[in-house]
């Protein structure tokens, strides 16, 4: 039985550059075996808040090996295999830290189990499919590392299904179908009453939920939406959903800009990634829950 990988890697600082764990989860034949590893990120970290929560201090990421030290392993581990992750975060991650080594991507079939959960449970298919929303809705233990829930999920969605996990692979690689959206999106006001009142906040980049949804959250939690990237803008979210736009090539009109006004002073623009953009969303509602 040919092996199958899950695979989690975790970043810090809105900054997928800066990994700072990486677990496979490696399966054939029944036999479950786990590789883990911290990575020293060779920077200086701002928030650790991630990181204390899968258990890393500042003194295990200064022992810990460099990326390039690992990669072997990386490599051996993933290379050829079939191999899957929950959201786009881990691949991302680990495409920018092969980037900045120079280093290739291991080659493999790359496969976002979050896609297997949004077409298998709908009620999860527009929001709660993250993996620590389905943790819980599947009950699976707390104990287990990241990349062992992400099996635990497929496992989980091969029961639910009678399918093989080569059906549900193909499953999640049907296109979605989408109606195309207009290029601009009407700017609108914040609600007053909201948490985040006073922010103005700005979409770039490939998106995995359509801009009009988007904005409508955000107006509702109290940001002000607009379509153009000015001094005002105070939140930069740039999307990197099967476009990592976030690495170093491939900067969007609106990234290069904002990174500019940055540097020159004129404004103070926050630029995360979609991903973290999610994550910090779910703390203000369960539209973002579990991304």
Known sequence: MKTIAY??????????????????????????NLYRTYVNPED?????????????TAEILESAPIFPDVYSQIC???????????????KLALQAACNRYGLPL??????????????????HSRSGYGLGSMRAALDIPSGLSSAEATYEIVQRAIIHTGSSLEDLIELANKPRIRLRENSHIESMAGNP???????????????????????????????????????ETTMLVVGNYNNPTVLTTGKSGKLAKAEKLNKDGKAFIEIMS???????????TDAFEGA
């Not at 051996?76 to 881990?90: D, E, R």
């Not at 998106?207 to 949804?213: A, I, N, S, T």
């Open 106 to 123: 291991p080659d493999a079939n790359y496969i976002n189990s979050e896609r297997i959960v949004r077409r298998v449970w709908t009620e």
């Open 193 to 231: 009453d909201g948490p985040l009142y006073g922010e103005t906040i700005v979409f770039t980049g490939s998106l995995d939920r359509p801009r009009k949804e988007l904005r409508d959250v955000v107006v509702a939690l109290g940001c002000n939406f607009a379509d153009s990237l000015t001094r």
């Open 274 to 284: 979609s991903d973290s953009f999610y994550m910090m969303m779910a703390e203000f």
């Open 44 to 56: 200086e970290i701002f928030d650790y808040g991630l990181i204390y929560e899968f258990g890393g």
């Open 76 to 90: 051996s581990l993933l290379q050829g295999k079939t191999v899957l992750f929950h959201m786009p975060s881990s």
């Open 7 to 32: 695979l989690n890697v975790r970043y810090t600082d809105y900054n997928p550059e800066l990994v700072y764990l990486i677990e496979i989860l490696t399966v054939s034949d029944g036999q479950q």
